[in-house]
């Protein structure tokens, strides 16, 4: 059988493709960022993407990332991206919202929305420009026994030098990494719909409400996509699906003013947040974004994560492939680059995301009024925040009166010490890696 991809290329059944650089499944975040980043190192590229191409960028998303990524590829890739701008992210309980001001804490940094379909269309359409190959095709599998040399569909083999999954939250390829050492995989689940206002807001800020009362194992969001527009939506390790979408209504209607003229794009949608895998790399292989697990556990943030992951692992991708040298040894660059970024972040996030929503809203409450300030927010990204541990039970010792609040800060604020301690000492060299495992694991990391 022959038939007509949607690149205009002819290929038949069953037949293998010739060998590109850099085989990518998945054209999502991670996918595309790996592939402008290959292309702009003169890498042959091939894109296995189960979605016709119309349909590239689809996907239940609360629509937020950070300002910087969409200066990253003006900058970087000259491409424009359409996004409604915000000042950063507010943190609150519902009644701190409704009151105001007072509980509200902020983190400053410039944030906006996106239109995700609209986006993965843009990415789709430079990566065409630049030169990659995208084939729809479902991927069932790896070529290869002990090193991945490429990808299957049911039709097709897509041979590679090296192979990068990038195929989201059940990635195809996980087994590939998991070989004899499989960690935890904790699947979250999101619910969002877009709200269309009768009346303007001017909300600069996006928000996320914790309240344990509505959704006891995570969060809200309410991220503005335009002055009469609004991503809504609850997200956590609820597993009931029909729970979020309730509880989105229900909070709607009692805890904002809002006044609704339409609902659109509604949906559920499943994110990982266990954490990072500890090795996102095998022979022949790198993983990316959601298939490497790369969401933030307490927020949800993926985005940046999958963008940097991806831009990270073709940048070593190509330096492996033009050196001639592929070994495990040589992709273990892009495992570390990873972790020196974004693995303390990740890695203490979960002890703070088990921490949040073991709180009462009162709890949550007195704790965003008295102890955690804008500043001690933001410096939560920080790789070497520049509050101590001491500094902050010192303030919620005075503030708070409850010890049981105090112990589980204190437990809390210990165990992102010591992963944070852990994370930065993310091997060099996949030699000393097993016994970073067994360290990161004692310790309650991956
Ligand atoms: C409800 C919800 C709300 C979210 N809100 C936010 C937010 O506001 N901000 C934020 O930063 N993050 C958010 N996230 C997380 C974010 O969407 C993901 O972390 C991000 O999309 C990860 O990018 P990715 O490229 O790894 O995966 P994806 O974007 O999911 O891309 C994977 C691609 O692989 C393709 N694919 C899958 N399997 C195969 C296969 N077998 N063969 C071929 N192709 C395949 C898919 O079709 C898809 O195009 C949210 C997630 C959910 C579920």
Redesign the pocket.
Known sequence: MIRFLNNNSLIMSDMTIAPYDLVI?????????AGLTALREDLTICI????GREF??R???????PMRIVKWLKNEFQISVDHYPLKGLQVCTFSGLMDGDHGIVRVTDPLC?ID?WQF?QTMVKELLRRGAELHQ????GSVGKNEVHG?K?HDASYLGTLTMD???????LSRELRRGRGSPSRI?????ENIILEEAISQEYATIVFDNSFVPSGYF?F?PKGTYEL?V?A?GMEQRSTHFRKAVAQALHEHTRFKIKEKTQA??????LGGSLPSMVAPGLLA?????R???PL????????FT??HMAATTAAEAIHSKDTSLEVLWKYNYDFMQRYGALLGSSLPLRDFMVSLTSKELQSLLQNVITDEVLSQLEEKEPSFTLTDILTTAANAAKTPSLLFKLACALGKMGILRAVYSRYPKNPKRFPQWRTLATACGGV
């Open positions: 499944v998945g054209c999502g975040i991670a996918g595309a960022a296995i993407e189960r979605k590239v960028g996907k239940i998303c609360g629509e937020l990332m929305t995700r993965g095709g479902v991927v069932r990808v569909t990038c195929s989201g939250v059940f990635s195809v979250g689940l999101g619910y969002k969001w991220f991503n939506g997200g949906g559920y949608g499943a994110l990982p990316c974004g959601d298939a490497a790369h969401t933030n927020t949800g943030e993926g985005i940046a994560p999958a992951a991806g």
